[in-house]
């Protein structure tokens, strides 16, 4: 069983069905905190599973080093095997990705390297793509430049607009985060047997 901790900016509907994973089996995985760099409305998703949150704003001219040093001492005290951001909107200061990676994971809606950074599906609709996709990366001190652990393709149908595209990335995002995870559950039961 992994422990994981998530870090999210907004709703938290990518933690909603990892939680539900978690629930009935199919991710072999515990969630044991949920934080956020606001006061998301996601951190209500945990506090009803009775999962302790945590927020760590970042204030407007302060050190990037310095909150990302609170961050991490936030996320470090409940131990996680494994760090996922799931609509986490703000870029990583080093000091936070060198403590955890490379079991620092983030999902992208895009099929990287195509179409980094915040507004991946807008951009790939205004690039007239008919086809963009999912990944999971671990992160590391660029945007979405980590490895790529997973990723798949995604249509871009006739008359898409940003949200009902991005409705069907997520689903898949979803999926390739259990896959990695899952299979990172294994890798480690595999060592512990071993």
């Known amino acids: 069983m992994v422990r994981v901790a998530v870090l999210l900016s907004g709703g938290g509907s990518n933690l909603v069905a990892f939680l539900e994973g978690c629930a009935n089996g199919t991710i ?8 956020a760099d606001n006061e998301a409305s996601g951190l209500e998703h945990a506090r009803r599973r009775g999962i302790p949150t945590f927020v760590e704003q970042f204030d407007r001219g302060e050190d990037r080093d310095a909150w990302g040093a609170r961050l991490a ?9 494994l760090v996922i951001l799931s ?13 955890f990676a490379p079991m620092l994971l983030n999902t ?8 980094p950074g915040a507004h991946a599906v807008r ?7 008919t086809e963009t996709g999912a990944s999971v990366i671990v992160v590391d001190d660029g945007v ?9 393709r995604v249509p871009v149908l006739e008359g898409d607009t940003e ?5 069907r990335i997520k689903v898949v995002e979803r999926e390739l985060l259990a896959d990695v995870v899952r299979d990172i559950a294994n890798r480690e039961s595999a060592i512990e047997e071993n």
Do not use: K
């Open 28 to 35: 072999p995985a515990e969630v044991v905190a949920v934080g």
């Open 73 to 81: 001492d936030a996320v470090g005290a409940v131990q996680p095997d």
């Open 87 to 99: 609509g986490f909107m703000r870029v990583l200061p080093p000091v936070f990705v060198h403590r």
């Open 108 to 115: 992208h809606p895009a099929y990287l390297p195509e179409f």
């Open 123 to 129: 951009d790939a609709i205004d690039a007239g793509v």
């Open 144 to 152: 979405d430049t980590g490895p790529i652990l997973a990723q798949r």
């Open 163 to 167: 949200g009902t595209l991005h409705d």
